[in-house]
C-alpha cells in the first residue's frame, strides 16, 4: 500500500495532510500518515497582538484532533533519524514507520539557550505562546525608558513581525500616555528594514513618522546582562532597559542528524520542484526549506498545492510536473487599524494591493484567524 | 593579478540578497585577523550591499573582481 508520510504537523504539515486527504479521498489504497507530537495548534499570527492585549492565549489554539480529516491517521510521537535509502523513519520510542513518498514540514527550532538570559534579564520575544505571556507582564510594568528591538539571527519567522511588533508597540505606549517617556531602536542585520527596496522605503517613513530609531547593519553578537547592552557584531552598541529580541533559528535536529540540511539544519529544498536536494520522494515545506522566500505561513500555502499535485503524480507513477514560483502574500501591519498587502513571486515585483482602510483591515483581521482554521489549514482553500 | 592567500572563499553564486552577504558575515566571524575572505557572488545587489557592510564593520575591501556573471569579493579582516 502506498503511504505519504508529512514530518510535522504546524501550519504546513496540517494543510498538506488535510489536502491529500481531500483529493484521495476514495482512493482507500493510500495511507496518509501525520507525524506530530502535538495535541493542538497555534496560530501563530495571532501572537503579534497578544503582548498587548489581556486575552487568554487559548483563544489561539485549536486541538489537532478538530483540524485534521479522518482518512490522515496521526502519530502523536517526535520522528528522530530519515532513512531515505531505505524509506523509513525512526520514531522516539525506537518504533519505525515506511513511506513511499514523504513530506519534510518541521518549522524551525527557536534555540532561546543560544542567548544565555534568565527571567530577570528583562530580555523578551512574542514567538511563542510562552514567551508572550512573559513580555505582556514586562509591557505592563514598564515605566519608560529604552525599548530595543532586533532579529538575533536572519533568517526569522515573518521577516516584518518585528516591525509590525515596533508599529504596535508605539501605539500601545502612546494609549498608556508614555511613549514620550520612551525611546524605540530598531536593530537590523541588513542594510534595509525588509529585503525588497521599495517596501523598506515605506517601512523607513513610517519608521521616522512614529520617532522609531532604526539602524542597519547590526548583526547581534552577544547581550551584556549586567550593563543592560546588546553588542554587534560591527562593535556598535545599544542600552536597553527592555530588549525584545527575536531568538535564533535552526532546522530541527532531526535533518542535521539525517543529513538532509545545511549548516544551519535547514532542509536543502529545490525552489521550485520543492523536492530536497537529491532525493526523488521527499519534498520539503514551509519554515524548514532553504529555500530564499519568507519563512510564512503564506508561502506553505501555496507550495502545499504544488506538492500535493507532485505526490498524486508519483504515488500514479507519473512524472511531478507541478512548479511553485514563489508566490508569497504578505500583510504588513502598521496600526491596531491599518495594514498594506504585498504580492510577489520569484520573478515578479513586489505591488501594493491597496489595503489601506481601517474599516476593511478591522474586519479582515478579525477573521483571519477563522479563515485560517476554517479554510486555509482544512485544505479547502 | 595579485594573490591572495585566501582562508576562507564563498562561492554564493545563485543565491539571493542578502545570502551573499550574510555568508560573508559569518565567514568574517569564523575568521581571524588578517586574514583574506573571498565570496562570489552573482546578486546584483551584492554590488551595494557587500561595499556598504564591509564600510560600516570598519573591514577592508581589498578587491572588487567583476566577472562575466558574477562578482568577486576579497575582504581583509581588520580587526
Ligand atoms: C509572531 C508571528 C507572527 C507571524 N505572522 C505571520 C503572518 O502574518 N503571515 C504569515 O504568513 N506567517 C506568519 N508567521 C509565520 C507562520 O506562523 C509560519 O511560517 C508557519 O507557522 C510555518 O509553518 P510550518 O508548518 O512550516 O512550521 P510550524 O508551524 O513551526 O510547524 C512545525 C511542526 O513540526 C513539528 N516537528 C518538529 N520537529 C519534529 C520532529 N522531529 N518530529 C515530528 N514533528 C516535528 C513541530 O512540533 C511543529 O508542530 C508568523 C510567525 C510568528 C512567530
Redesign the interface.
Known amino acids: 500500500m502506498p503511504i505519504a508520510v508529512i514530518l510535522g504537523g504546524g501550519f504546513a504539515g496540517l494543510t498538506i495532510a488535510n489536502k491529500l486527504a481531500i483529493k484521495l479521498k476514495k482512493r482507500k489504497e493510500v495511507e496518509i500518515v501525520l507525524i506530530e507530537p502535538a495535541d493542538s495548534h497555534l496560530y501563530e499570527p495571532g501572537l503579534l497582538y497578544y503582548p498587548f492585549n489581556d486575552k487568554p492565549l487559548s483563544k489561539l489554539e485549536k486541538p489537532i484532533s478538530k483540524i485534521l480529516r479522518k482518512n490522515v491517521k496521526h502519530i502523536k510521537q517526535k520522528a528522530i533519524k530519515i532513512d531515505y535509502e531505505n524509506k523509513k523513519i525512526t520514531l522516539e520510542d525506537g518504533e519505525v514507520i515506511d513511506y513511499n513518498c514523504l513530506v519534510m514540514a518541521t518549522g524551525v527550532d527557536l534555540k532561546e539557550e543560544r542567548l544565555g538570559l534568565t527571567d530577570k534579564d528583562n530580555v523578551h520575544h512574542f514567538y511563542s505562546a510562552e514567551a508572550t505571556l512573559k513580555i505582556r507582564e514586562a509591557l505592563k510594568n514598564f515605566k519608560g525608558g529604552n525599548i530595543v528591538i532586533s532579529p538575533s539571527t536572519?533568517p526569522y519567522k515573518c521577516p516584518p513581525a518585528p516591525i509590525e511588533f515596533a508599529f504596535l508597540l508605539d501605539e500601545y505606549l502612546r494609549r498608556k500616555k508614555i511613549r514620550d517617556k520612551t525611546n524605540i531602536k530598531f536593530l537590523y542585520?541588513?542594510?534595509r528594514p525588509f529585503?525588497i527596496r521599495v517596501v523598506a522605503a515605506k517601512i523607513l517613513k513610517l519608521f521616522e513618522k512614529k520617532d522609531i530609531e532604526f539602524e542597519?547593519?547590526f548583526?547581534y553578537d552577544k547581550i551584556d546582562t549586567e550593563n543592560k547592552k546588546i553588542l554587534s557584531?560591527?562593535?556598535d552598541e545599544a542600552s536597553y532597559d527592555l530588549l525584545v529580541i527575536i531568538p535564533p533559528h535552526e532546522g530541527q535536529d532531526i535533518i542535521k542528524d539525517s543529513g538532509l540540511g545545511d549548516k544551519e539544519g535547514f532542509v536543502l529544498t529545490d525552489r521550485e520542484t520543492l523536492q530536497v536536494e537529491g532525493q526523488k520522494s521527499i519534498y520539503a515545506v514551509g519554515d524548514c526549506t532553504n529555500i530564499?522566500v519568507s519563512k510564512a505561513g503564506t508561502v506553505a500555502h501555496f507550495a502545499a498545492d504544488v506538492i500535493v499535485k507532485n505526490m498524486i503524480s508519483k504515488i500514479d507513477n507519473k512524472e511531478p510536473t507541478a512548479r511553485y514560483d514563489g508566490k508569497t502574500l504578505c500583510f504588513l501591519v502598521t496600526s491596531s487599524s491599518k495594514s498594506f498587502l504585498l504580492d510577489f513571486s520569484f520573478k515578479k515585483e513586489p505591488r501594493k494591493i491597496g489595503l489601506h482602510s481601517w474599516r476593511i483591515y478591522g474586519i479582515m483581521k478579525k477573521l483571519f484567524q477563522y479563515f485560517y482554521f476554517g479554510g486555509l489549514i482544512t485544505g479547502r482553500i | 593579478m595579485v594573490d591572495y592567500e585566501i582562508s576562507i572563499s564563498i562561492d554564493a553564486r545563485g543565491?539571493?540578497?542578502?545570502?551573499p552577504?550574510?555568508e560573508l558575515?559569518k565567514a568574517i566571524?569564523q575568521s581571524e585577523v588578517g586574514d583574506f575572505v573571498e565570496v562570489l557572488s552573482s546578486d546584483e545587489g551584492s554590488l551595494?550591499?557587500i561595499p556598504?557592510?564591509i564600510a560600516?564593520?570598519?573591514h577592508e575591501l581589498i578587491d572588487t573582481v567583476k566577472k562575466a556573471d558574477f562578482n568577486r569579493f576579497i575582504v581583509k579582516k581588520t580587526?
Do not use: T, Y
Request: aromatic residues 18%; charged residues 15%.
Open positions: 536572519v542585520p541588513l542594510p529585503n542597519p547593519f548583526n557584531f560591527e562593535g530564499p | 543565491s539571493f540578497c542578502p545570502g552577504m550574510m558575515i566571524r551595494q550591499d556598504a557592510w560600516k564593520a570598519k580587526w
